[in-house]
């Protein structure tokens, strides 16, 4: 089973894709922390896309396909996969299906902009990646004995362009599911991510399971 976990910045993806990981024992690609593992390892990609990162757009779509196509390879991974971040563009998810990988199951990942934009600004990252929010940081920071920071490009200005390019590029993108889905190549489910995470959790399994069976 290979799942794409689509949706908005700010809608909940990592967070979802870490719960799913565990419980499926699915392994997944984040195409955002591979992109800032590059960033704090200062290589030449790192130093090449930063500025892109840090203003909100996207990285062009023949460098990411080809950053993704060589994680995949040198993985050695085709199957139990979750892509996060991937696909963004509709070009994105053509080379899908060029690079070879079997897509089961498209989860849209769906909240309000207000939602978006109030999970986005209390983000806070730990150095393992794991992700909290300033709500609810009082009650987990004791168990957590790294220094939490907060994304570079998780502030209002670029939080704004980052959806707006997600809004730009989404339409194309769930018309092209919507097409597999209706032909049964694919399933596509839309899940309503204005709950709280165990709710989200909770629905997001019982499709799973279901699809497992
Ligand atoms: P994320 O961690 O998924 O929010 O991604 C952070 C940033 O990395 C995005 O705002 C983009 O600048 C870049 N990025 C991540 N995934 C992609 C992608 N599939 N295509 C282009 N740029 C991407």
Same mark, same amino acid.
């Given at each position: 089973?290979?799942?794409?976990?689509?949706?908005?910045?700010?809608?909940?993806?990592?967070? !979802?894709?870490?719960?799913?990981?565990?419980?499926?024992?699915?392994?997944?690609?984040?195409?955002?922390?591979?992109?800032?593992?590059?960033?704090?390892?200062?290589?030449?990609?790192?130093?090449?896309?930063?500025?892109?990162?840090?203003?909100?757009?996207?990285?062009?779509?023949?460098?990411? @396909?080809?950053?993704?196509?060589?994680?995949?390879?040198?993985?050695?991974?085709?199957?139990?996969?979750? #892509?996060?971040?991937?696909?963004?563009?509709?070009? !994105?998810?053509?080379?899908?299906?060029?690079?070879?990988?079997?897509?089961?199951?498209?989860?849209?990942?769906?909240?309000?902009?207000?939602?978006?934009?109030?999970?986005?600004?209390?983000?806070?990252?730990? #150095?393992?990646?794991?992700?909290?929010?300033? /709500?609810?940081?009082?009650?987990?920071?004791?168990?957590?004995?790294? /220094?939490?920071?907060?994304? @570079?490009?998780?502030?209002?200005? @670029?939080?704004? /362009?980052?959806?707006?390019?997600?809004?730009?590029? !989404?339409? !194309?993108?769930?018309?092209?599911?919507?097409?597999?889905?209706?032909?049964?190549?694919?399933?596509?489910? /839309?899940?309503?991510?204005?709950?709280?995470?165990?709710?989200?959790?909770?629905?997001?399994?019982?499709?799973?399971?279901?699809?497992?069976?």
């Amino acid at each position: 089973m290979n799942i794409v976990l689509f949706g908005a910045p700010g809608v909940g993806k990592g967070t !979802q894709a870490k719960f799913i990981s565990k419980k499926y024992n699915i392994k997944i690609i984040s195409t955002g922390n591979i992109l800032r593992n590059e960033i704090n390892k200062n290589t030449i990609l790192g130093k090449n896309i930063s500025n892109v990162i840090n203003s909100g757009k996207l990285i062009n779509d023949k460098l990411i @396909t080809k950053i993704i196509k060589k994680y995949i390879l040198k993985k050695n991974i085709k199957n139990r996969i979750l #892509l996060d971040g991937f696909p963004r563009t509709i070009n !994105q998810a053509y080379s899908i299906d060029n690079i070879g990988l079997n897509i089961t199951c498209v989860l849209e990942l769906i909240a309000p902009h207000n939602t978006l934009i109030e999970r986005i600004i209390g983000r806070r990252i730990d #150095l393992s990646g794991k992700i909290y929010h300033i /709500k609810n940081i009082k009650k987990k920071i004791n168990n957590s004995k790294n /220094k939490l920071i907060i994304r @570079t490009d998780d502030n209002i200005k @670029t939080a704004k /362009k980052r959806i707006k390019t997600y809004l730009k590029n !989404q339409k !194309q993108i769930i018309d092209f599911y919507n097409k597999k889905s209706i032909n049964k190549e694919i399933k596509f489910y /839309k899940i309503n991510c204005n709950k709280t995470i165990k709710e989200i959790n909770k629905n997001i399994s019982k499709i799973l399971d279901n699809l497992k069976k």
